[in-house]
């Protein structure tokens, strides 16, 4: 909200109602969550001082969108239909959304995953407008105070990058809030998280790229990244900043490297509203498409042997609720985790290994392997035959990895393996779907980390499920603020799981699918946040929601109702002036 233009009004759900205007006239043009261009009425023009700025004819919001459509499809590539949506979101956020619904699986891939990488890699050179916030060492002492101007805002929602490990592309330095932007749009449509509610945010302590530090065009603070203690003491100062100002908002930290994503998780779990996306929402979707698996296998995930190859913070997020899962279905923890392999790019994990922390849960005893005699016996190839896997997951970003005789070496083991090359983006993928279908001879179940078409097989079109965190993070986020929960507990990522599996329709599992389309989104995001709302309920830590003057009295009925009209949809508001 530009200045104190507008102010919104909130109904007993916490939805916006209407918008009181304080401005008038050319000013409201610049904010966007006013601005209705050609879809002002006449009588909003005669009120609003907007008589003779606009020309005579009044268009519909379904007008506008078909003209958005035809203006998008005309650009000459995806990036430049990036740069169109971007823009129309900076002018006019309701007619971005209502554009980006009409066909979602469409403009996902523009907002979003592929195209938001380069995006990232662009985002100097193709610099417009400010969106979010930019903290670096040289103000984040000001950061309280900087939070405090969003306030009028009821923030609800913020994604938070420090800008490392973005994508398949590393360290892309300022260029990362693009991602926070693109995962806000998503929480828009999936959550229904109003525009207003949510900020993004860069925590830019530098970068070690240097292709950015030498490019004379790069914004961001142009230093070798801080580490050691001046990163931690960077991290804490904006933690507690957020915690002082949006006590009961929602922290999703986002494309944080390895280790650092692991620690800074972990660290803040009790003293904010968060969760890791990269860790928690990839192991959730991985987990939801591996429970589908196991529904048309007719098999139980206990008699399942697992291979992560990819040990960075999804491989690793995958493992952890994979273990957490079979440990639901009664399997003992070390029993669990023998049943779940892991490899970097040395080879297996073991506990034989120096490794950073966040491997270490997952490293098997060398001693229980009697086949794991040399180094080389850790490759990929090996460990599927040795160990027995029936699920193989690829999160290396390693093209091609995962070639015909690791595939076949997996189908020994099973009649129906589970093969899901998740590395984004598409040409990093670890296998082309339309390979696998044809090794495995239309017996492989298959989830991809990137968009893949239909592939033809046998005379059949076989549908790619592509396993996209957007089916968890919306729904856990619009769960937790509900609900009223203080924190984001490890149950609720299990709940999520099941609830996007149990959106796989029968006739859909025939076909191979292992996850809902993308065009069911704004229901599987309901679905998932009934079914984390009620696992708050029943961990005990359930609260009044913060932002509705509605509460679900720890009522599963109530809280459905709560949730479905806390949902912003993408139309004009009522618009009062003042």
């Not at 949506?85 to 469409?106: C, E, G, P, Q």
């Not at 490392?164 to 360290?171: A, E, K, S, V, Y």
Request: with cysteine.
């Amino acid at each position: 909200m530009s200045g104190n233009s507008a102010m919104f009004k909130y109904d007993e759900y916490g939805n916006t109602r209407e918008i009181y205007v304080y401005a008038s006239g050319p000013s409201l043009h610049s904010d966007p969550f006013v601005n209705r261009g050609t879809a002002f009425t006449i009588d909003e023009r005669q009120r609003l001082g907007l008589v003779a700025m606009l020309p005579p004819a009044v268009r519909s919001l379904e007008e506008q969108v078909e003209n958005s459509r035809i203006k998008v499809e005309a650009k000459d590539s995806d990036i430049e239909r990036f740069v169109y949506i971007r823009s129309l979101f900076d002018r006019n956020v309701t007619l971005a959304h209502a554009l980006i619904k009409s066909d979602i699986s469409r403009y996902m891939s523009l907002i979003y995953t592929p195209t938001v990488g380069y995006a990232c890699q662009q985002y100097s050179s193709m610099f417009r407008s400010a969106n979010g916030l930019h903290f670096h060492p040289g103000n984040i002492d000001q950061a309280e105070n900087v939070l405090r101007r969003f306030q009028q805002r009821d923030i609800r929602v913020a994604v938070v990058t420090d800008n490392q490990g973005i994508l398949g592309l590393g360290d892309q330095g300022a260029g990362g809030i693009a991602i926070c932007l693109g995962k806000l749009m998503l929480y828009t449509q999936g959550a229904g998280i109003a525009p207003w509610h949510c900020l993004p945010i860069s925590l830019d302590v530098g970068t070690n790229n240097e292709a950015l530090l030498n490019d004379h065009e790069y914004l961001g603070w142009r230093h070798k990244r801080i580490t050691g203690d001046q990163y931690i003491d960077f991290i804490q100062h904006f933690a507690r900043a957020f915690r002082n100002v949006f006590p009961s908002a929602l922290c999703q930290w986002e494309d944080f490297s390895k280790q650092n994503a692991f620690a800074i998780r972990d660290a803040f779990l009790h003293d904010l509203i968060s969760f890791n996306d990269d860790i928690q929402g990839t192991g959730t979707v991985a987990l939801a498409a591996i429970y589908t698996a196991m529904r048309i296998k007719q098999e139980s995930l206990a008699k399942q042997k697992f291979l992560i190859h990819g040990a960075g913070a999804g491989g690793i997020g995958i493992a952890e609720q994979i273990l957490i899962a079979l440990c639901a279905e009664g399997v003992p923890e070390d029993v669990a985790r023998q049943q779940i392999f892991t490899l970097d790019s040395q080879g297996l994990i073991t506990t034989a290994r120096e490794l950073l922390p966040y491997k270490q849960k997952f490293a098997q005893d060398p001693a229980a392997l009697d086949w794991l005699k040399e180094e080389q016996d850790g490759q990929l190839e090996n460990v599927v035959k040795k160990s027995g896997i029936t699920v193989l997951i690829g999160t290396s970003g390693q093209p091609g990895c995962f070639s015909k005789e690791v595939v076949l070496s997996v189908c020994k083991n099973t009649d129906q393996p589970v093969i899901m090359p998740l590395s984004n983006p598409t040409d990093h993928a670890e296998a082309v779907p339309a390979d696998i279908y044809s090794w495995t001879k239309g017996r492989a179940l298959i989830g991809t980390g990137s968009p893949f078409p239909d592939v033809l097989y046998g005379g059949r079109a076989f549908p790619v499920s592509q396993a996209n965190n957007v089916f968890v993070f919306p729904g856990v986020g619009l769960g937790t603020l509900a609900s009223g929960s203080r924190a984001v507990l490890p149950e609720f990522f299990i709940a999520a799981a099941e609830a996007v599996s149990s959106c796989v329709t029968t006739a859909a599992m025939k076909d191979g699918a292992l996850l809902p389309p993308v065009t069911d989104l704004a229901q599987v995001s309901l679905k998932v946040a009934q079914a984390v709302g009620e696992a708050a309920i029943a961990a005990g830590i359930s609260r009044p929601c913060a932002f509705s003057s509605f509460q679900h009295q720890d009522d599963p009925v109530r809280l459905q109702k709560l949730i479905r009209n806390f949902r912003w949809q993408p139309t004009y508001l009522p618009l009062v002036a003042m």
